[in-house]
């Protein structure tokens, strides 16, 4: 068995989640869980026709007594996206709801994986080891996975190689303080320096801040045309629970405690985690550059004063 429940499955970061994976037939049982009780039960009615294109499985509505014994948690519920803000504006609202379901949930599903999507993610995914009090290795917050796609679909189009042939990150908040690594990126396992090198070619630092700084803001972009991202947020999620349920032990950028990462403790943001049957099976904590050590960790001291506020709300 392989129960999933989706918290905020009414809304569309979780409508793409649960198709997606439906499409992948990853789940043998999928909870939809939404206070929008009337949404949920028709994406779980319109999910259910997908019935003869994937292998069966049991989808349904439930409450939070439903989820009980999920294997993880998915949780995308919360205030709506909007342009022209921070993913940090969000944060009291998205608090006051994370106080009100979560411990609830965990409490169901005493063994579950917690994955959180909701933003400020780095935040929230703090906030949920303090109110589940599970280990922190069962706590996963999206982080810089989409992100880190983004920077590799910009890349791949602008040297005409797949973005499959990309290893890098974007790393630190899943937020304006984001960084590409590029001194660990690899272009099918040559360094990314010694590939423009060879290729004869030239991408500058104007250039690499740019496209940082688009990837930090292309969302937004999105927002303003469709009012919000769903699609990619859908198929990284999908990625990260096959990888949990089938131990692949894969390395993403994801949200996660972080322990002595540069001087930098009990935050939660994105470095390359080991992912597995377990939750977060090793965190590293890669050589950086100097500049990328700076951005690491004017990352870390954003997270700290939020993470700060965020305890503030929970104390209240
Ligand atoms: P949405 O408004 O479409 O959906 C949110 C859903 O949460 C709604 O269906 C709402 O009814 C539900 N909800 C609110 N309070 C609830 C509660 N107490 N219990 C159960 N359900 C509740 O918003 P969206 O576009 O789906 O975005 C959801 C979140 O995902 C936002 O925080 C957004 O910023 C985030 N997001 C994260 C990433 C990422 O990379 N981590 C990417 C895209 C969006």
Redesign the pocket.
Known sequence: MKKITV??A?????TAISYALVSRSIPTELVL????EK?ARGEAEDLRHCAAFTDTMNIRYGDVEETANSDIIII??????EANIT?LT?LKK?VA?YK??VPDLAKNSPDAIFLI???P?DILTRLTIELTGFPKERVIG?GTL?DTSRLKYYLGQTFNISPNNIEGYMLGE?GDTQFAAWSLLRFAGIAFDDFLEMKGEKFTDSERKELEDKIRKV?FEIVACKG???LA?GLSIATIVDCILNDKKLVYPLSSLIEDAYGYSNICLSLPTVIGREGVLEKWVPKLNDEEIQFFKASCEAMKEYTDIMFEELNK
């Open positions: 918290v905020g009414g809304g569309k970061v979780g869980m939404d206070i929008n949404k995308s519920a919360g205030a709506p996206q993913r969000p998205n709801i009100s379901m999507v909701t933003n993610v999206s989409l899943h969302a919000g991202t769903d947020i």
